[in-house]
């Protein structure tokens, strides 16, 4: 999952989603608190919506990471007890 180009770009986002606040601006909404939009990881990563909202549902789809719903927004946030346990089973070799 890391080790191609599409990987790192996962990776990527995790660790901005680590510290929201540091790595996306404050838009009305506290991104520690309530996640981030599609959009602004797209524009971080400077990729269309699209492609970001492929990587966010394949991290989704694994259970690393939390939607929100906010009325027509949807928020993402790393699931951490999720994060720990796939990092457990890359450590024992599966």
Do not use: N, Q
Not at 35 to 50: D, E, F, H, Q, S
Not at 73 to 80: A, I, M, P, W
């Amino acid at each position: 999952m890391t080790g191609t180009p599409s990987g790192r770009i996962r990776k990527t986002i995790l660790e901005w989603l680590k510290d929201p606040t540091d790595h996306f601006p404050v838009a009305g909404r506290d991104p520690a608190d309530t996640g981030v939009t599609a959009r602004a990881v797209a524009t971080k990563l400077g990729v269309p919506r699209r492609t970001a909202l492929a990587h966010l549902h394949l991290l989704s789809s694994l259970g690393m990471l939390r939607t929100r719903r906010v009325r027509c927004r949807t928020y993402y946030r790393r699931d951490e007890v999720r994060i720990a346990e796939v990092a457990r089973l890359f450590e024992k070799g599966w």
